[in-house]
Structure formats: C-alpha cells, structure tokens
Nanobody
Framework: QVDVVESGGGLVQAGGSLRLSCTAYGSIFSTIIMGWYRQAPGKVRELVAEITPGGGTNYADSVKGRFTISRDHAMNTVYLQMNSLSPDDTGVYYC??????????????WGQGTQVTVSS
C-alpha cells in the first residue's frame, strides 16, 4: 500500500510562484517515479512533470523553463517549483507515483489533489 500526500496549492497572481510538495508513504522511494499532473475545468488530466529515482526529468512543453521538479530521498518528498505562473496553469494538481520495478512502470498511487488558482 502506497499513499502520497500533496500540499502547497493556493491562490496566486499571474507572474507569481508556488511550490507544491508531495510525500510518499509505504514504499521504497528509490523505486518510484514521482510525477505531477493537473486537470483544468473541462479538460483531461495531463502530465506536468515527472522525475525518476535517478533524477531524470520530463516536462510538458507548456511548463518548460518555468517549472522545476525535484526530489529529496531523505524526506521521501518530491517538489514542484512553479514560477511565472499564468491563468492557464490553473487547475487541480495531482501527485502520482509509478513503480519503476514493474513492466510499464504502472501507477501505484494518486494524491487527493491540490488546487492551484492563478488570477489575471
């Protein structure tokens, strides 16, 4: 059983910054790919960024150069630093954990989601 718990959402003005955190419980952190997804109203959930146990990263084109994902193995926590936020970044952000030891690295946990609202 793996649980991930997010924190750090909120309301910010355009151009501002927020940092999201997600802590994983119940699994060996070094075996899971951690990611952030977001879902805007009326849209499908999309990948924002993910990071492998070794620190390899992948970003959506829309956030490259503005968002940075990082992980702290000692704290079992992944962070998403979001800068230069725009109203298009508004949505519910979900933490995701995938097991790198299984074929296809399937999802093993979703967080409950944290709301990010960027005002213009």
């Amino acid at each position: 059983q793996v649980d991930v718990v997010e924190s750090g959402g909120g309301l910010v003005q355009a151009g501002g910054s927020l940092r999201l955190s997600c802590t994983a419980y119940g699994s060996i952190f070094s075996t899971i790919i951690m990611g952030w997804y977001r879902q805007a109203p009326g849209k499908v959930r999309e990948l924002v960024a993910e990071i492998t146990p070794g620190g390899g990263t992948n970003y959506a084109d829309s956030v490259k150069g503005r968002f940075t994902i990082s992980r702290d193995h000692a704290m079992n926590t992944v962070y998403l630093q979001m800068n230069s936020l725009s109203p298009d970044d508004t949505g519910v952000y979900y933490c995701n954990a995938r097991n790198v030891r299984q074929p296809g690295a399937p999802t093993i946990a979703w967080g409950q989601g944290t709301q990010v609202t960027v005002s213009s």
